[in-house]
């Protein structure tokens, strides 16, 4: 059955607040805090709630399954997306991370993340790993201001004969109804724009790695 937006927005923000519990522990840096409180807010005013609770659960779906997928545009920005598990780069500035008690420690002066050298943490010992590329979140909800703006997602081909039943089915619907349109019958390559996401069947092999976007 379908859930009203109220029950989605709810159901997303939980979704991002106990990813970010999970990733950064039950005190995040009050920096972490307030890039997803600004970022929240911006996905609001673009209304892209049910864009981005659709993302999540279908992505979680392809990643149970084992399914690869590219997401394509400047997504990778976005703190939220990266929570969810969407995107695949740490859009933070460059810091230290502990994963056992999920403290960071900015490293201001480099300039990328993957460039900090490892170390240990001084709580608990435990080895830190460089992390964050500094990729700002503006860039990625900036397009609602001007004109439409959709999520390119590409997905396994294998998809195709699934997909439109998979979406029908699925508890949440897009404002808009599922449109399917043929791209090119010669590269025989599906579209399917499910709200303001494009769901590409494309060939991509189907292998026991985790879910990957053209960012990663």
Known sequence: AGMSD?????????????????????????????????????????????????????????????YPYLLLDESAGSIILYLLQITVPNPLPPHLYCEQCHRVQ??????????????????DGSKRHGNGHDLAWQFVWKSYEAFDFNFFLLIPFELDDCLQEFLEMHWLKPADPIDINMWSEDADIRGILWGRIELCCFWLMKDSSYGITLDS
Not at 109 to 117: A, I, L, R, T, Y
């Open 6 to 66: 109220c029950d989605i927005q709810e159901r997303l923000y939980f979704r991002i607040m106990d990813a970010l519990y999970k990733k950064y522990g039950n005190s995040p840096d009050e920096q972490i805090v307030k890039r997803i409180e600004a970022e929240w807010k911006a996905i609001k005013q673009a209304s892209f709630i049910k864009e981005i609770a659709f993302l999540d659960e279908f992505t979680s779906w392809l990643r149970k399954e084992k």
């Open 106 to 123: 900015w490293m201001p002066e480099f300039v990328d993340g993957f460039d900090v050298p490892s170390d240990y943490c001084d709580a």
